[in-house]
């Protein structure tokens, strides 16, 4: 698993402890119960934390799934080294 | 101490959920979020043994939120500016008109009046660490940045005056700004989650503040003794070397560290802490020293004096038993690492600290790291008499040696007691709470009947309860008054199979300073006559460290200390040696 995947499993894994690891990469928020509100605000700090950048909030209500997140910090760390 | 997000949830997450439950109130106007878990996490890591459990309040409703706890071991109390006035926060839409600061500075007073009300009400209950604004204020006065206002000026001083007056009231801790800054990045303010989440820390800033919260909610005793080296550490040079001349600690000898640090060692025996000299040196020009160049540190600050060509760590051996205290108990200071690291493989435990001795900020690092190490909530009388009984009992000691008695031998300490002239004063009264006693039953390690110690509330709870029996005991003797020195408390209970009244101690603490005295045997006879009970019931567990207990339980009943171990009064009658202490009973006794 390269090493941003691996990162970005390690923060849903601490957000959702309840959640088997190999379960992460296809989760989506539709799709567990315990991707509230809450979980989300949790979830969006760890990878603020983890991956030393802001998430804006506007981005936030698109995020609902790892494959989307995963996606979008792609994105922003490769604008982020061209910058 | 700042710890990372994904850390604290790690260790919440990992917490042992059927350990006993700490419940503690985190208060606050905004949304707890990130904080909680911080404060959770670093609870769990300074109470092991427990399982924090924070309740929080209503969003926005700090004043409420205060109003309305109850039942939790202690409380946290976050007043930020928008707590005062919402003004001064991100989330309304009040106005930052010129003309409105007089009516903020109105409203913020009207609104410290009420949070004084509110705490002050709380904190009758329960603990209450309260942390006065954290964050920056908001763009809202007239001058740019770099300049204080009047107004913003006048409002810090509104906040001060709150802190100041709050930190007179018993059971109350502020949290220190200058602390806090230190450990908190100035980046404090997140705007975005203020916004969309009502959770206006940064990460960063949540974290120090959690871990500075957990510690006053936690409270540690400080340490009870600091043993230093003289040379190159109370003052500069080799007194062998140099002479009692060349000794200094001052500016024009570029040695002024030496004097800040002998002025910390003065304020720390000035308020009760335990200050003893382990030195490779002669002893008479040490004498010498202290008398011809009268150091901050005094001579009469210093018990005992350890000062030969022997080992540090019997020095320290020596030092102990003098104190009756153990080494995790003391702090070492000396500037020689070979030393420390001898010391420290003959005491493990002890806290050995290196004086820096060519490096003053350092040097000055480690008086900050003492201070912290040795602070107390406020100085008590028994502060201010330990060295001075602790003299008494080498004196008391020494005039056992010369009867040839054995302090551990009950029979044969007898006559000597009587001798001593002790009065001992037992009060009974639970109201107002007496710091003290819950200090005594947190502190002390040797003379306990289970090591239990106690949160404040709990403390305070179970006295409250009416079948609850307090007795503190208070004593003097011809070689000088010893304070308080011991704590019992207990359930009285009625009949049962046996048809006897019963007390059951559930805890019973002596400070060690009061050993050899027979004051234990005089507060279980007194115990037995003023409740009129057939039997006392121990809630003994045995510790790494109560062995004076179990050898009193031992002695008392003629059989090997056990939990729930009992004691009828026909047995203590015929164990109990003759008593003739003069015991008084204080007007609410």
Not at chain 1, 38 to 49: D, Y
Not at chain 2, 142 to 158: D, Q, W, Y
Not at chain 2, 365 to 385: H, Q
């Amino acid at each position: 698993m390269p090493e941003l995947e691996s990162r970005l499993v390690n923060c849903f894994a601490t957000a959702f402890p309840d959640l088997a690891r190999e379960e992460i990469p296809s989760v989506a928020a539709g799709s567990l119960a315990s991707w509230d509100s809450l979980a989300s605000i949790t979830l969006f700090s760890l990878i603020e934390e983890e991956f030393g950048l802001s998430v804006l909030p506007d981005d936030v209500p698109e995020l609902v799934s790892f494959e989307l997140i995963l996606d979008y910090l792609r994105s922003k760390l490769s604008s982020e080294a061209q910058a | 101490m700042t710890m990372k997000l994904a850390e604290a949830l790690k260790i919440v997450q990992s917490a042992p959920s059927d350990a006993p439950p700490l419940p503690v109130a985190l208060l606050c106007g905004f949304a707890p979020l990130h904080l909680e878990t911080f404060l959770r996490a670093q609870l769990c890591k300074l109470f092991p043994a427990r399982s924090p459990v924070i309740q929080t309040g209503l969003f926005d409703d700090l004043l409420g939120n205060v109003q309305r706890v109850a039942g939790v071991s202690a409380a946290v109390v976050i007043i930020e500016w928008a707590d005062l006035d919402p003004r001064l926060g991100l989330r309304r839409l009040g106005g930052w008109e010129p003309s409105q600061l007089q009516d903020v500075l109105s409203e913020v007073s009207r609104r410290c009046v009420r949070m004084h009300n509110a705490i002050a009400a709380a904190a009758k209950n329960c603990p209450l660490v309260v942390c006065l604004p954290t964050l920056p204020l908001v763009p809202i006065s007239i001058t740019p940045l770099a300049r204080a206002s009047e107004f913003t000026l006048e409002l810090r001083n509104r906040v001060a005056a709150l802190s100041a007056v709050l930190s007179h009231l018993p059971g109350i801790r502020i949290v220190d700004p200058q602390r806090l800054d230190s450990l908190s990045s100035s980046h404090r303010l997140d705007v975005n989650s203020d916004l969309s989440a009502g959770f206006p820390y940064t990460l960063s800033h949540a974290s120090a503040l959690a871990g500075i919260l957990a510690r006053l909610v936690l409270n540690p005793p400080p340490k009870k003794g600091l043993i230093t080296d003289l040379d190159d550490t109370a003052w500069r040079g080799i007194l062998g070397e140099v002479g009692v001349q060349g000794i200094s600690w001052d500016l024009e000898n570029h040695s002024q560290i030496h004097g800040l640090y002998q002025q910390l060692l003065h304020s720390l025996a000035a308020s009760g802490t335990l200050i003893g000299v382990a030195s490779k040196n002669e002893g008479s020009l040490v004498e010498e020293a202290f008398a011809a160049r009268n150091p901050i540190l005094r001579a009469s600050d210093v018990f005992p004096f350890e000062v030969h060509w022997g080992a540090k760590s019997e020095s320290v051996a020596r030092i102990l038993a003098a104190w009756n205290i153990s080494a995790d108990d003391v702090v070492c200071v000396d500037d020689s690492a070979m030393d420390l690291a001898e010391i420290q493989a003959a005491h493990p435990m002890a806290e050995c600290l290196l004086f820096p001795r060519e490096n003053p900020q350092a040097a000055y690092d480690l008086l900050e790291r003492l201070r912290d190490l040795f602070g107390k909530d406020k100085i008590s009388a028994e502060d201010a008499l330990r060295a001075a009984s602790l003299r008494g009992n080498a004196e008391l000691r020494h005039g056992l040696n010369e009867h040839g008695l054995n302090q551990d031998s009950p029979g044969a300490l007898g006559d000597f007691v009587r001798q001593i002239d002790g009065h001992l004063t037992l009060t009974s009264q639970k109201q107002p709470l007496d710091s003290r006693s819950l200090e005594l039953v947190n502190k002390t390690n040797q003379f306990n009947l289970n090591g239990r110690r106690f949160q404040e509330a709990e403390w305070q709870n179970w006295l409250n309860a009416p079948d609850t029996v307090f007795v503190a005991a208070t004593y003097r003797d011809k070689y000088g008054p010893l304070g308080k020195i011991a704590v019992i408390a207990g359930d009285l209970r009625n009949g049962g199979p046996s048809g006897k009244r019963r007390l059951c101690i559930r805890t019973w603490v002596m400070s060690c300073r009061a050993f050899s005295r027979f004051i234990e045997y005089e507060c279980l006879r007194w115990l037995f006559a003023k409740l009129d009970v057939e039997e006392v019931e121990f809630d003994f567990l045995p510790t790494a460290r109560n062995t004076p207990m179990q050898n009193f339980l031992q002695q008392i009943r003629n059989a090997p200390a056990e939990p729930h171990c009992r004691l009828s009064r026909a047995q203590f009658v015929e164990t109990c040696p003759e008593l003739t202490h003069v015991v008084e009973e204080s007007p609410n006794a």
